[in-house]
């Protein structure tokens, strides 16, 4: 009698896979991770199909979503105003890429300081909160004295 029985599941030696080598070469494919970013954008900028005054159009999902949340807002809904503000506002900010400070009636933050350098340090300062820059020229703009 063979010392191995060859059956359901014990297939025969010579068939096996050799020690080391698996019989999947190009191995267990990576998991590429989704970054909801990525996956929101691609969503966001996919085309839809929809009728408009009677005509059917392909518009990108995030204009035709402003499109809605604009005629909710017409109707009187004010989270939907108040959410095309904000877009209106990001989208006014960000047109150029840059945006412009023009400060009038500076005080210097100190002797000799012209308007280009108060101009410099507060877009260097932007980053920061908006607390913590009033508080370092010595006033607080929320102080009800």
Do not use: C
């Not at 080598?21 to 199909?49: C, E, T, Y």
């Not at 999902?61 to 004010?78: F, I, Q």
Request: hydrophobic share 35%.
């Amino acid at each position: 009698m063979p010392e191995y029985e060859v059956g359901y599941g014990k297939p025969p030696r010579a068939s096996q896979f050799k020690p080391g080598v698996s019989g999947n070469r190009k191995g267990r494919p990576k998991r590429h991770k989704s970054d909801l970013a990525s996956v929101i954008h691609r969503v966001m900028h996919s085309s839809v199909r929809h009728r408009e005054d009677g005509q059917e159009q392909i518009t990108p999902a995030w204009e035709l979503n402003l499109k809605l949340l604009v005629r909710s807002a017409v109707r009187g809904d004010v989270d939907a105003a108040m959410a095309v503000l904000k877009f209106l506002a990001q989208a006014q900010r960000t047109k150029s890429g840059k945006q412009r400070v023009v400060v009038e009636d500076w005080l210097p933050d100190y002797p000799g300081q012209t308007a280009e350098q108060k101009t410099r340090d507060f877009a260097r300062k932007r980053s920061a909160a908006t607390i913590e820059w009033w508080s370092q020229a010595g006033t607080t703009p929320f102080k009800n004295d």
